[in-house]
């Protein structure tokens, strides 16, 4: 099958008939990881593709099967021009879009006589990209935009040989990005017949899509581009064949993980409540004791980026008073110094009083007052 293949295709031949099966990334050459390993997947890849045509002498007909989203624009072209190349030589060309033919894919589908499509098939036609990197001017840049148009025109020319459209209706229609359904490719000429009693395709896109799941293979879509909103969001395949579009059908075909999963978001919501609870115990704490810390404190510990416990803030609140108050004394002291107190001395035959008696130390208080009220020649009272 094309997904355990170490190619990018199937090629089967009875006789005068021979049948290529197309799945996958249109390439020139199949990519690598960054040990040099070819990566696995399903890739179109041009030197295969030529390499199958090699044995196609004395085919009478060539039957292609594809799912592709496209790729390189360039391949495209060159696989396209082979197989008309065949069919100008004889040989009888068809195919079948077993999921989407899009891009250079859709290409590829008009290089054959007859098209057989499903119902849900894929058809997907758009105007040419080009990666940039770097700095470009306005010259280059349009010198760039040329080239893309020319691209433009060569694929119009394929569409407009099968179809039968107008090369402006085409290029038209590449500028919108259309896709079709198969009916719809059928009604606009990209298809010859509708396969009425094929097995339903599922087709979905991916939850930001970018990718397109046919029949279980995802495809990533092309830079910049997004599946159609007639594509149904994802249904993910998870274990068996079941389609799993509900928690239900998760639960009935992976039992065990679903307990598994459930215990995790069982923890998940215990410790969340935990932690909240712990965070209200923290509040209360903070909002006893707010009363005998500054505001300013008081925010910062419960919401601050350096939030914290009752105790802590009632430590901060401490310190703050401590450095408040070591300037108070330090204030009090420059300005005692700057009065000239300190100079001023006792009155001849004035007797030492009980330092710890009230009335001394008001008594001292008045001397001093009045001393110094004398030295400045004032009056006190």
Request: glycine letters at 8%; charged letters at 25%; one cysteine or more.
């Amino acid at each position: 099958m094309p997904g355990n293949n170490s190619r990018a295709f199937v090629v089967e031949r009875q006789q005068e008939r021979m049948e290529i099966t197309l799945y996958g990334e249109i390439v020139e050459r199949r990519p690598e990881d960054w040990t040099g390993k070819a990566e696995e997947g399903e890739y179109i890849v041009q030197s295969e593709f030529l390499d199958a045509l090699s044995g196609v002498s004395g085919v009478q007909s060539l039957h292609l099967r594809i799912n592709s989203i496209g790729g390189d624009a360039g391949v495209a072209l060159l696989i396209h021009n082979r197989l008309r190349e065949l069919a100008d030589s004889g040989v009888k060309l068809s195919c079948t879009v077993d999921g989407v033919a899009m891009s250079g894919g859709s290409l590829i589908m008009c290089a054959c006589d007859n098209v057989s499509v499903n119902p849900a098939s894929l058809i997907m036609i758009h105007q040419a990209s080009v990666f940039l990197f770097g700095g470009y001017n306005a010259v280059e840049l349009r010198e760039t935009a040329s080239a893309c148009e020319k691209w433009d025109e060569a694929q119009a020319s394929i569409y407009q040989r099968k179809t039968g459209l107008e090369q402006e209706k085409i290029l038209g229609m590449m500028k919108n990005t259309t896709y079709m359904t198969g009916q719809e490719a059928v009604e606009k000429g990209f298809a010859d017949e509708l396969v009425t009693d094929a097995e339903p395709l599922e087709i979905a896109a991916s939850a930001d899509r970018a990718r397109l799941i046919v029949r279980g293979r995802s495809f990533p879509l092309p830079h910049g581009m997004s599946a159609p909103d007639s594509v149904p969001e994802q249904t993910k395949r998870i274990g068996g064949d079941t389609m799993i579009r509900n928690y239900s059908d998760f639960k009935a075909e992976n039992p065990e993980l679903a307990q598994q999963l459930e215990q995790e978001v069982l923890s998940t919501a215990s410790a969340a409540q935990t932690s909240a609870e712990q965070e209200r115990e923290r509040l209360q704490a903070i909002d006893k004791v707010a009363e005998f810390c500054p505001p300013e404190i008081v925010q910062e510990a419960k919401y601050g980026e350096k939030a914290c416990s009752a105790q802590e803030m009632l430590f901060r609140a401490a310190e703050r008073a401590k450095e408040q108050g070591q300037k108070f004394l330090a204030d009090l002291t420059a300005d005692t110094r700057a009065s000239g107190v300190q100079d001023v001395t006792a009155e001849p035959g004035a007797t030492e009083p009980d330092d710890n008696s009230r009335a001394t130390v008001e008594a001292n208080a008045k001397a001093a007052v009045a001393r110094y009220m004398k030295a400045k020649g004032g009056a006190s009272k």
